[in-house]
C-alpha cells in the first residue's frame, strides 16, 4: 500500500500539508481557473472543499458549470446535448441521463448548492434554457460564510506556491488571491488578515518530493545517494520505497533496503541524487504505515518492545495534553490539585525525550526507572553545560 503520511497537527489528517489532499485541493481550483477568474466562481468550489452540502465530488462540480456554460451560449440544449458536452469536458462514457436531470434539479433546487437556477423546459424544442438570459451561477453573490472560505483557501495556497510539485498551479494560486483582492475592492469588503499558518523556510529536499511520489505510485525501486549530517562521504542505496511521511517540516522515505533486508528512514533534505531502477523488481513486504508507528512519537522507529510510561504533568500543563495528547495511548491514571498523571504504551525514541525536554519543569518522568535514568542524564548532561562559568 503506497501512502503519503503528513504532520499538520491544527488542521489534523484530513487537511494535509503539503500532501495529496492539498495537491487535489490545488486541482480543483486549477479546473476552475482558465483564463478568467472571479471570486463568486469560487464561491461553488469553496463550499465544495469546507462544506457537507455541497458535491460530492469533483465531476459534479464539473458537470454543474458545463451545464452553466451551455444554457449561456445557446437558446435551448436538449438532455442529449448536455449529457455529450459533460461526458466531453470529463472524457468519461456513458454519463447516465439521470445524472443530467439530477444535476438539473440540484441547480433548480438544492438549497446547499444555493444555485436557484431558473432553468426552464420548453415542450415544443423539448429542450432546457434559462428563463433569465442574463442568469449564470457565476454571478452569484458571495455570502460571508463563502468569503471566509476563499480567504481560508487562498491563504492556505499562498505558502506554498514555492514548492516544486505544486509549480503547475502557481499561476492559478496567484489569480485566486488576486480575484480576492479584487473582489474585496470592488464590494467594499474590508478583511484584515486575522488568518497566518505556521509557515517554516521552504526544507531542503522538497524537490524530489515528486520523483519519490512517481517511484510510491508505479512501485519502482530507487536508488539514493545519501549523505547523513556526520558523513564525511555519500553513500548508495537501493530502496523500494512504502511511505513518504512529513515530520516537524521535514520529508522522510521509508522503505525497504535491498541490502540490509530491513525498513530504514531517509531525510530526503539529505538527499544527493535520486534515480529509479525498473530492472530490480519490487519488494512488497506488506508494510502498514499505522502499525509501524504505532508505538513511536515521530519518526524515528526502534526495533524495541513499547513499554509502560508515567508520567506527571502540573495542572497548567496537562490541560495542553488533555486538548492534544502526546501519543494515542494517552490514559489519565490519577488527578491531584498538585499534578496530573497520565499512562502512555510506547517505545522512547528521541522525539520522545525532546518533547518532555520542552516542557521544562512542568512535567515529570514517573516509571519506569530506566526512562526516568535516561531523562536524569540527559538533564545532567544540560547542567553540567550551563553550570560552568565561561
Not at 472571479?38 to 464539473?62: D, G, R, W, Y
Amino acid at each position: 500500500m503506497v501512502v503519503v503520511n503528513t504532520d499538520l497537527k491544527p488542521f489534523n489528517s484530513n487537511l494535509s500539508r503539503y500532501g495529496l489532499c492539498l495537491y487535489r485541493f490545488i486541482s480543483y481550483i486549477y479546473i476552475l481557473i482558465h483564463d478568467k477568474i472571479t471570486v463568486p466562481q469560487c464561491s461553488v468550489f469553496a463550499k465544495h472543499f469546507f462544506s457537507s452540502v455541497m458535491p460530492k465530488n469533483k465531476e459534479a462540480l464539473i458537470r454543474y458549470r458545463v451545464i452553466n456554460r451551455c444554457l449561456m451560449e445557446r437558446t435551448y440544449v436538449t438532455r442529449q446535448e448536455l449529457k455529450e458536452a459533460c461526458e466531453r469536458a470529463l472524457d468519461i462514457y456513458p454519463i447516465g441521463m439521470r445524472t443530467i436531470d439530477a444535476d438539473i434539479h440540484a441547480m433548480r433546487h438544492d438549497a446547499g448548492l444555493g444555485y436557484h437556477a431558473p432553468i426552464a423546459f420548453d415542450r415544443i424544442n423539448r429542450a432546457y434554457y434559462y428563463d433569465d438570459p442574463n442568469y449564470s451561477i457565476d454571478n452569484i453573490p458571495l455570502n460571508e460564510e463563502e468569503l471566509n472560505s476563499i480567504v481560508f483557501a487562498g491563504k492556505l495556497l499562498e505558502q506554498f506556491k514555492g514548492m516544486e510539485i505544486l509549480n503547475t498551479f502557481t499561476g492559478s494560486v496567484q489569480k485566486l488571491m488576486d480575484a480576492i483582492n479584487i473582489y474585496r475592492q470592488n464590494n467594499a469588503v474590508s478583511y484584515p488578515d486575522y488568518i497566518e499558518f505556521e509557515k517554516a523556510d521552504e526544507a531542503k529536499g522538497t524537490e524530489y518530493i515528486e520523483p519519490v511520489m512517481d517511484a510510491l505510485k508505479n512501485r519502482r525501486v530507487l536508488h539514493i545517494e545519501y549523505r547523513t549530517f556526520s558523513a564525511r562521504k555519500n553513500k548508495m542505496h537501493i530502496i523500494h520505497p512504502y511511505l513518504l511521511k512529513e515530520y516537524r517540516n521535514r520529508w522522510y522515505l521509508i522503505g525497504y533496503h535491498d541490502t540490509d533486508k530491513d525498513i530504514r528512514t531517509y531525510s530526503l533534505d539529505r538527499f544527493v541524487s535520486l534515480s529509479a531502477d525498473d530492472t530490480v523488481t519490487f519488494v512488497d513486504t506488506g508494510f502498514d504505515a499505522k502499525e509501524y508507528y504505532r508505538n513511536v512519537i515521530g519518526i524515528s522507529v526502534l526495533n524495541k518492545d513499547p513499554v509502560e510510561i508515567h508520567i506527571a504533568f502540573t495542572p497548567f500543563q496537562a490541560q495542553y495534553v488533555i486538548t492534544q495528547p502526546l501519543h494515542h495511548s494517552q490514559e489519565l491514571v490519577s488527578e491531584t490539585k498538585d499534578r496530573i498523571v497520565f499512562r502512555y504504551f510506547l517505545v522512547p525514541n528521541f522525539e520522545f525525550y525532546a518533547q518532555i525536554l520542552g516542557w521544562g519543569d512542568e512535567v515529570e518522568i514517573l516509571k519506569p526507572e530506566k526512562v526516568r535514568k535516561n531523562m536524569l542524564s540527559i538533564c545532567k548532561g544540560l547542567t553540567g553545560k550551563y553550570s560552568n562559568t565561561k
